[in-house]
């Protein structure tokens, strides 16, 4: 038996149920991308937690030039260690049959007899290569799947100059490349990165490695801290060539990785307070009319005996049930969304399996956000109405007073026709509601320019650091630093049209406590392919007298210029020296540290220290330039210019368009749930007035104005707000997504912002549209009758 | 006192404002007809003040929408001077309203956002030859109150600037729906006397709708209505002055 209140609660609803729907759909957005992060966030670090213990992915990471085996007995009594692993691992040149491009390879050692003690891999296909078999290598699934690969399917990787034919055997999966991306990089390129694990004895013979050891592992024991390992690790690998080791939280794959997830956890709070803040707004706009128009239906409830809190729980029922639906919307919604996105992060993130987790606390968390939202929404809303003696509320509510508005006093009065007169005065009469709504569209306009900023802002990235900063067609790096010899054999390669030679060594920057381990390189000051150059576009001038330091690696070591930082060489002869540091660049890509090729040099006292080049070639030329460098023992690593930019617009193609398409549809709907109940209030509001001067002849597109010049001036007022708020958004983002990987110029181009306008003006047609046919269906006849 | 028990004089071309032919008008209620009217006949001469009488649920309020174009008959005519309005669209009804046709209503249906003499210009604005807002303020009595708005004036005074905003596009003809009924006895005097100024002085054909009989003498004509039909219609052979009346 449903009680007489709630069923005009029932028929209230379905009275202004497009009212309700439309705000039903601003809450359903907001709770769709809470629930769809939170299971994001759930399922991936739930699967990253699991994978992790279950492959022992190791806690601290090193690497060294060559270190003796029976040093790894000493491994064990560094501080906290639970377990050591050891390997041999390489970085190679591969040649993919059906490639001609260079393949940048890594390959890492298998125990010769049982399973890796850390960072174990998970077969997917196929088969553990025979210790007595050299060529047997598993690699990792995605290179195979990006290349097409199939067992038994031969790849060449070059050693020593001379191609060695390896046999993929098994294709798998590892904890170390989650997220499997080459150095330098801002994306994993499946076909650009290839890691292959083989048997150590033969990995060994091949790279010199025999009684030997270049990478190691360590997982701590529960509770032990990274630091004191690696300070001791640092010491005992140092007369080895150590290059400095890292926790867990600087691994490349896991920083990725957690990247993401703090991403999603910020995506999780934020945006869902955005839509039920708004949603919360448009509830109490609704119901104050509601409650007004009900004035005379209240003053009877109280005077047949219902209660004050009755009838408050009456009202605030009907924001409860419009937010729920939009909760329980929004749950669907969120859970049909994560496994989209799920599968999009599955194709950037490679887990052996996925755990989807979802719990009843979020769904709980989600409900009960909704009745916060709308109950905070409706208690302002009925709280007076509620309170008063029937008797006053049976007489109607006191006319509206209106006074001139500001423009008008101003002095555009004279400029200003008695419709536009009528729109001022309303919007001026209840400022704060005017200003809502402004603040609700402004969200909309900027949630928009955010998301597609965010875009401009990776595309100027990609631009500075591809097209200005780094202008050659192919990076080569060497495997130890080279003469001129090197810089001439490359130079003589037909069709490398340009060689710049890249000099630089690894080192360690000190200033007092902190310390980063860092390339320091020095640059030609005519430089032409690669250079050095801020955000600013400005190539920055090399100062003979000192370090010029990535400003974001300034901050961390927490240096300012003219401060001076202590330089250890991490090879050589390992000599240090205090530099001062002269200057800082706005960089985007890495943190480095640069110096004059002179000053390198004596610092070195070394003659060879070229680590690379970078080279221009001819177009019509790549692929014998391809095949030469595959042919060249020095190089290690062979970058492509081209390869980057693809891989770019894959990404953004595959990615970055849906989740623009989402941000616009949500964008959207707070538009025009904002813009559609605010025409519809103003109609209930002034539906008398407007009726009395269709009576007094003026047209419906005359009365038009008046109802919609109101909701234009809004949506002007509305823009540019939104607009501003998009861009700072956009550069809270940027500032949080500073990283020493990368980092985000702070770029919005104008199209964006246009976009967003046009999408807002677009959503305020719409709302006109439909709101215009209750306009046109307004009754003459019947407001006269009444009174207000 | 001329008297006649049904219908109106045969139209004399020229001389009628609006005819009305045999109009019905029936209202679909839910499963219930409504016959609001149910075939009267009406006149108003150019430049007449007629007074519409009767109890509430006569039809006269139907009877004055379908005059000033608000509403269309079911069946029957209606012209305005000569020109048959039953045949005219939407747009047209709504010029006719725009240009022809002052309304004055029970509960004034001012607009509360602006002053006395905005709500005056706010037709004007939108009339071809209308009188100065001031001027029609000044008419009714109200020239110094013409910059208030209508939350700051009394029911008389919001009725009179009604008034003032019917008349000041010089309207052909000025219809108002039981003008003093929202208002006590000497503030409903000062508006008839305002209406009744109005005609004689600017000649606007002028129909008042009341239930309230004294108001009947200070028309021209007086046309009865029960239960949707004309019950009686006489002349006045005399005006009395709005000022006399009582009730």
Redesign the interface.
Known sequence: MIRALDRKLLRDLWRVRSMGLAIAVVVASGIALLIASLICFDSLETTRDRYYARNEFGDVFANAKRVPRWVAASLDELPGVDRVDTRVVAGVTLDVPGSTEPVNGRLISLPDSGRPILNDVTLRSGRWPDPGRAEEALVNERFAQGHGLELGDPVFAVINGRQQQLEIVGTVLSPEYVYAIAGGDLLPDPKRFGVFWMARRHLATAFDMEGGFNDISLSLAEGASAQPAIAELDTLLEPYGGLGAIPRAQQISHWYLQNELTGLRGMALLMPMIFLGIAAFLLNVVLRRLVAVQREQIAVLKAIGYSNLRLGLHYVQWAVVVSVLGGVLGIALGALMSAGMLSLYMEYFRFPDLIMRWSWGHILAALLACGAASVLGAYAAVKSVVKLPPAEAMRPA??????VSLLERLGLRRWL???L??VL??LS?RPARAAMSVVGIAFSAAIMVMASAAMDSLEELMQLQFNVVQRQDVTVTFFEPEGRAAFYELASVPGVTEVEPLNGMSARLRNGNRNRQVGIQALQPDARLQRVVGADYQPVQLDRAGLILSRKLADVLGVEPGETLRVEALQGTRPEQDMVVSATVDDLMGVSAYLEPDALQRFLSDTATMSGAALGIDPAARESVYAALKGMPVVAGVALQHAMLESFETFVAENVNTQLAINLLFAMAIAFGVIYNTARISLSERS??LA?????????K?IGVVLFGELAILTAAAIPVGLALGYSMLAGMVAAYETELFRMPLVAEPGTFASASVAIAVAMGLSALVVRRKLNRLD??E?????? | MNESSNGAATPQEGALAVSMRDVTKVYQMGEVEVHALRGVSVDLEIGGFTVLLGPSGSGKSTLLNILGGLDVPTSGQVFYRGQDLTRADEGELTQYRRRRVGFVFQFYNLIPSLTARENVELVTEISEDPLPAQEALDIVGLADRSSHFPSQMSGGEQQRVAIARAIAKRPDILLCDEPTGALDITTGIQVLEALERVNNEYGATTAIITHNAAIATIADRVVSLADGRISRQHANETRAAASTIEW
Do not use: A, H, I, Y
């Open positions: 006191l006319p509206d007073t209106f006074r026709t008695q419709p007169r009528m005065r309303n009469r008398r007035e009395s001067m269709r009576v007094m002849g003026f047209t419906r005359e003459l006849v407001v006269l009758k009444t009174r207000e």
